[in-house]
């Protein structure tokens, strides 16, 4: 069987995502058929937009959010230098068709984790790990229908990424902080509508980032110095709407807020 045309893949799903419009699923000709070809795409996506990767998602970290998507486990995607937002930031939602709010523990990688043969231990990627972050990712989809077109297509299309809104590094100490017991409060437009806890990520963000760093280095080139990467949604997604106000509460880490356009 040819090897698909990765090139040709990437040029379609930018085009839709440029243009807020949606395929049934990748051409033949161009899908990829496993997860190491989902990720060889979306480095293609990443090379042809034009913007350079500013850090990671991990999708689908919790068992529900696998079951939502039909998939088997997490999945990998690059976030955008173009798609990243401080916080506070006005997020378009425009065709969005995911339309939800996700809150995320954020981690910013001070040294590189390059490709090796053996796994990273927990110990070794979060001493790579220089600083915390809150945000509050808005994904969405190049496909009809995301729930049907597989764990590699999805990862060829960025693990759904769309805008992140990143908040500064947590000033307070945070290495103590059990991260997966820390409770996590979404709201719209001042009203509470989802909590949490890091323990919806692997268990504990911590264990996300260690899968996140191996996967990185098995499948993407490993992991740059000044790279973060989201760990997934402590709370059930929040639905949006344009002229909506989201904020999360992390409690004793601080809170992260935008305005949805």
Same mark, same amino acid.
């Given at each position: 069987?040819?090897?698909?045309?990765?090139? *040709? @893949?990437?040029?379609?799903?930018? $085009?839709?995502?440029? /243009?807020?419009?949606? =395929? !049934? &699923?990748?051409?033949? +000709?161009?899908?990829?058929?496993?997860?190491?070809?989902?990720?060889?795409?979306? *480095? @293609?996506?990443?090379?042809?937009? $034009?913007?350079?990767? /500013?850090?990671?998602? =991990? !999708? &689908?970290?919790?068992? +529900?959010?696998?079951?939502?998507?039909?998939?088997?486990?997490?999945?990998?995607?690059?976030?955008?230098?173009?798609?990243?937002?401080?916080?506070? /930031?006005?997020?378009?939602?425009?065709?969005?068709?995911?339309?939800?709010?996700?809150?995320?523990?954020?981690?910013?990688?001070?040294?590189?984790?390059?490709?090796?043969?053996?796994?990273?231990?927990?110990?070794?990627?979060?001493?790579?790990?220089?600083?915390?972050?809150?945000?509050?990712?808005?994904?969405?989809?190049?496909?009809?229908?995301?729930?049907?077109?597989?764990?590699?297509?999805?990862?060829?299309?960025?693990?759904?990424?769309?805008?992140?809104?990143?908040?500064?590094?947590?000033?307070?100490?945070?290495?103590?902080?059990?991260?997966?017991?820390?409770?996590?409060?979404?709201?719209?437009?001042?009203?509470?509508?989802?909590?949490?806890?890091?323990?919806?990520?692997?268990?504990?963000?911590?264990?996300?980032?260690?899968?996140?760093?191996?996967?990185?280095?098995?499948?993407?080139?490993?992991?740059?110095?000044?790279?973060?990467?989201?760990?997934?949604?402590?709370?059930?997604?929040?639905?949006?709407?344009?002229?909506?106000?989201?904020?999360?509460?992390?409690?004793?880490?601080?809170?992260?807020?935008?305005?949805?356009?």
């Amino acid at each position: 069987m040819a090897q698909p045309d990765f090139t *040709a @893949a990437a040029g379609l799903l930018l $085009g839709n995502w440029s /243009a807020t419009t949606r =395929i !049934a &699923a990748l051409p033949d +000709a161009m899908r990829p058929r496993s997860r190491a070809e989902g990720y060889e795409a979306a *480095a @293609a996506v990443a090379r042809q937009s $034009g913007s350079t990767v /500013a850090g990671w998602k =991990i !999708a &689908a970290t919790s068992e +529900a959010g696998q079951k939502h998507i039909n998939v088997d486990g997490p999945l990998i995607g690059r976030i955008l230098q173009s798609r990243l937002m401080a916080a506070g /930031a006005s997020v378009p939602l425009g065709g969005n068709i995911m339309r939800v709010a996700e809150a995320e523990f954020a981690f910013g990688f001070t040294r590189d984790l390059p490709p090796r043969t053996l796994p990273y231990s927990q110990d070794e990627a979060i001493d790579a790990v220089g600083s915390l972050h809150l945000s509050i990712e808005v994904p969405d989809s190049r496909y009809q229908d995301f729930t049907k077109v597989g764990a590699a297509q999805l990862i060829a299309d960025t693990a759904c990424a769309c805008w992140l809104v990143l908040g500064p590094a947590v000033t307070m100490p945070w290495r103590h902080v059990n991260l997966s017991e820390h409770a996590v409060k979404g709201a719209r437009n001042g009203k509470l509508v989802a909590e949490g806890t890091g323990k919806a990520v692997l268990g504990d963000p911590r264990k996300a980032l260690t899968w996140f760093v191996n996967e990185a280095s098995t499948y993407c080139g490993g992991v740059k110095a000044g790279q973060f990467v989201t760990t997934g949604t402590c709370i059930i997604p929040m639905a949006i709407e344009p002229g909506d106000e989201v904020s999360v509460d992390y409690g004793e880490l601080g809170a992260i807020t935008c305005r949805i356009a």
